[in-house]
């Protein structure tokens, strides 16, 4: 794709500049057809000015507001637990026909805490697009992000009855732009999807860091000598920044609880079948988790 | 390191041709000074029709006394449960001075089985040094075997008392020829170590895999569409050979438990404080993981 394509927004302004807001605003500086006018706001002045020096936006500010009144669609890339309060700062200073969307990892209380904002609000026209683009790696902050980053990746939508065809096609065709495979599901079964896939694997990632973390001195100073595969993979999982994780917890906590019951009783089980020495049940459980890697590769995931 | 070097072993049998052992029989035919002549013996015929294919040794057989009545050292390479009785059988044939060794992920359990076979065997002087190479990938069988497997990880001595310093050394030298950094510690501490670093992670691993294979079919069909990074990774170590991990999994059943209640109990604080809201705690076990992960990246391991 060239710089010719025409473009999906006039002026896009990005909030929250880490990670995933980054690397929307290095994609879209390449050009991909996503946006004419970058805008970029983030509340921490250090990362603004870090912003400006590599040079992804047209213009950074702290001002959420003055970014808003100047867009036809305004991106929230913050932690999931400072969605709401943003959007309601926001949306009132919207303009008609603007589009507000988010990349939260949760979405159940990411639309509770906006849909009641968005019910009083008086300017016409004006939709909102929950979107979850499910790429990352374990590093944060504007300098970690990557135009690359959506690539091949998924990124899901769980759009709001009621929202104009158009908001949500524009909110497509932009993620697709990005590199990245796009799907509809409702709110809820994203969160349940999400917190067996990606959630419950982070909080065992953390666990199992802080149980090594919690041996006595001795131990602990040989596990981080003799870190074989199997931990360090966990590690690069428990790399990630706390206060989006502790954000991400507390937004899908139902799902995640249910999953983590779930998770925790079959672990119980396996504990039980090797205490027992029941072979055949161990076998079973290992073949399982095989299989589930052998589908995956199959499709193109692994 | 080139094949003029004094060989450490004059005739070498591998029993088991797997990954371990296969990487072994690959590094040491490229030369290294590892052993002038290479035996591999592996009960199913179908493996040996392989490695004579992958032309990795000078002889292969099903039969293991045989080749250790022409070896100076034996390396057992089979699964953990099975390394008893390959000793048992062996042992008895081993030529005086020869060396008895195996690459088990757990030791305890494997010395247990070994020590009173060798204390019943009368030809005098023959060594058994107890070591485990901390190296592995997800992949099985003879293919799979890499020359460099070795390069830059541990590998573990657990020696007996009273065991003969040259026998010790000349396992020390293998592994260092094979790439390998060496450690000593003892057996029970060698347990209590990998139970953490690798066991555990694996049992969660397996276990996640098949949590996620119990979900209704919608949810599950989406899991693996899905997987993000996180499920991913796990998936990565759920790969490996069920046998093998069986077989661990029972012979270093103590350190697993041990180590799997307190993990077991730190999940269960860790959700209760999602289930509460506890803030400050789930940011402080997450910020734990992030430090693990810093340290082992600086001790060079990640």
Redesign the interface.
Known sequence: MTKELPVVFDTLTVIGVGLIGSSVLRRARLGYGLARRLLAVDSNPDVCQRVHELQIADEVMTDAISAAQQSDCVMVCVPVGRIGSVAEKILPVMRTGSILTDVGSTKVSVIEAIRPVLERIVTPNIAYVPAHP?A???FSGPDAGLAMLFENR?C?LTPLEHTSFEAIEMIRVFWQRCGAHV?H?TPE?HD???A????????????????????AEE?RS???????????????????D??M??DI??AN?KA??E??D???D???T??KA??E?N?AY??D????????????IE?Q??
């Open positions: 499910m990352g790696t374990e998924w899901l799907r599901m079964h349940r999807v999400c067996i896939v990606s959630h419950l694997p982070h909080l065992l990632a953390f666990t199992i860091c802080g149980t090594a973390d919690d041996l131990t040989e596990v981080l000598d003799f870190a074989a595969s199997g931990f360090r993979d966990f590690t690069r999982i428990a790399a990630s706390p206060i994780w502790r917890f507390l906590k995640l609880l999953m983590f779930r998770f925790m079959s672990a119980e396996m504990a090797i205490e020495e072979t161990i076998v459980r290992i073949q399982r988790g095989r299989e589930i890697r052998k589908r995956l499709n995931q692994a």
